[in-house]
């Protein structure tokens, strides 16, 4: 039986995200990934997935915290453009 090995392209930004999680010792957050990752290479093998709930679980997770954390990141933008413009009208 030939050895399977899934290569990452270390330019690629999966790669950071993945060296990210790995020194933050985010060992849960670290498995999702992996775990996605690996499904996706057995499919573009032509594979099938081994367990596709859990999959579909793991990917509904990651995409409601990267929701969250869009919007947030936004909230806190418009916050501080607010915050900016009531200092910048006081000056004058």
Do not use: W
């Not at 990210?20 to 573009?44: C, D, V």
């Not at 997935?49 to 990917?59: A, S």
């Amino acid at each position: 039986k030939a050895k399977t090995i899934l290569e990452i392209n270390s330019n690629h930004p999966i790669s950071d995200k993945l060296r990210t999680l790995q020194e933050a010792n985010n060992q849960e957050e670290l498995s999702k990934y992996t775990k996605i990752l690996y499904n996706q290479a057995r499919l573009i093998e032509g594979l099938g997935v081994e367990n596709p709930t859990e999959l579909t679980n793991i990917i509904c997770d990651l995409m409601s915290k990267s929701i969250v954390e869009i919007l947030s990141f936004y909230m806190n933008m418009k916050i501080k453009k607010v915050v900016i413009l009531i200092l910048t009208k006081q000056k004058k």
